[in-house]
């Protein structure tokens, strides 16, 4: 009987490996185009329960059927035509990869920790017998542990808050990851960004904090034992409702008349 080769057993744990390395990515490669779609259905759900008309049970691209996706551009507020860019094949991450399609921000400007800035945003415009009744943005920003992604719904007069819905974070379970509980989002309901003036108003304040009768509709109870993700909470709302975020396209709308004028 021959001798083994003493690297046999080297070799053997080599193809095993190699082997198995293929497999995995033959799933990944094959699963990625669900993914994808579940990734997509997901936002969708998020966007139906910020703008409070999710319906369980009824499947969510039938709920989403009649809500116009549109693109902002940022700077300017105006909308982007579909010509130029198709809103539905629109990614606003993979933007933040293009010079062309993104810019970096100051630390000045950066209050909400973003790596960069995308030129367009993707928004959702929700209709009621015709007439536009409600529109959901996208924001995100930086917490403790992670980027925090949400959608909010604003009323018509782009300053009540309709909704709020935090769909993708790394915060503290039962710390900062508060921000998904449902009993938490709720109390942002009817909430205000912008004071008579028109100025920035809302905040978020320290869990169990006394706030004036005059500031209550424009305070949102932060988490108890999350400061830094209450603060990152507040520096995101701020940022996405300034002059950097969402600002020039609410003044432009109301510039205009409103969504209906």
């Given at each position: 009987m021959a001798e083994e080769h003493p690297l046999r057993p080297f070799y053997t744990v080599l193809v095993l490996a190699f082997g198995?390395?293929?497999?995995?990515?033959?799933?990944?490669?094959?699963?990625?185009?669900?993914?994808?779609?579940?990734?997509?259905?997901?936002?969708?759900?998020?966007?139906?329960?910020?703008?409070?008309?999710?319906?369980?049970?009824?499947?969510?691209?039938?709920?989403?059927?009649?809500?116009?996706?549109?693109?902002?551009?940022?700077?300017?507020?105006?909308?982007?035509?579909?010509?130029?860019?198709?809103?539905?094949?629109?990614?606003?991450?993979?933007?933040?990869?293009?010079?062309?399609?993104?810019?970096?921000?100051?630390?000045?400007?950066?209050?909400?920790?973003?790596?960069?800035l995308e030129n367009y945003a993707k928004i959702y415009l929700f209709s009621d017998q015709d007439r536009i009744d409600k529109v959901v943005l996208p924001v995100r920003g930086k917490g403790l542990w992670s980027t925090m992604y949400a959608y909010v719904a604003l009323d018509s007069d782009l300053s009540t808050i309709e909704g709020i819905s935090f769909y993708e974070h790394g915060e503290t379970p039962g710390l900062g990851g508060e921000i998904e509980n449902p009993r938490w989002q709720a109390g942002w309901q009817g909430k205000k960004l912008f004071g008579p003036d028109g100025e920035m108003e809302l905040s978020v304040v320290k869990g169990g904090a006394q706030v004036s009768e005059e500031q209550q509709p424009y305070s949102v109870d932060g988490l108890s034992g999350a400061t830094l993700t209450t603060q990152g909470v507040d520096n995101l709302m701020r940022f996405w409702f300034g002059e950097h975020g969402y600002e020039p396209f609410i003044a432009r709308i109301k510039q205009e008349g409103g969504f209906n004028g």
């Open positions: 198995c390395s293929l497999l995995v990515a033959s799933a990944a490669i094959g699963l990625r185009p669900q993914q994808d779609a579940n990734r997509l259905l997901d936002q969708k759900r998020n966007i139906l329960r910020a703008a409070g008309v999710y319906e369980a049970g009824i499947p969510v691209d039938e709920q989403f059927g009649a809500v116009q996706t549109r693109l902002v551009d940022l700077q300017s507020g105006a909308y982007v035509a579909d010509e130029k860019i198709d809103p539905n094949s629109y990614d606003q991450q993979a933007a933040l990869l293009s010079p062309e399609l993104s810019r970096e921000l100051s630390s000045e400007e950066n209050i909400a920790g973003l790596r960069g």
